[in-house]
């Protein structure tokens, strides 16, 4: 499928940590909430294009309508 960009800078931020522990930089034991799930979840490849999405271009969090 697409890639899905992140969001809100609190994704992005979930995203790095979860991609950390995929590549072995951080124990997994040691991610929280949303980093655990997409961890879980999320293919290394995923994670990357989550995490590389521009900073300047995201909200710092997401608004629900």
Do not use: C, Y
Not at 8 to 19: D, I, M, T, V
Not at 46 to 51: H, N, R, T, V
Request: negative net charge; hydrophobic residues 30%.
């Amino acid at each position: 499928g697409q890639p899905t960009p992140a969001r809100s800078k609190a994704q992005q931020r979930a995203a790095g940590a979860a991609l950390a522990a995929k590549r072995g930089e951080t124990p997994p034991s040691r991610l929280r909430g949303a980093a655990r799930e997409m961890f879980e979840t999320m293919t290394e490849r995923e994670l990357e294009d989550f995490a590389s999405t521009p900073l300047h271009d995201l909200p710092d969090h997401v608004e629900d309508r």
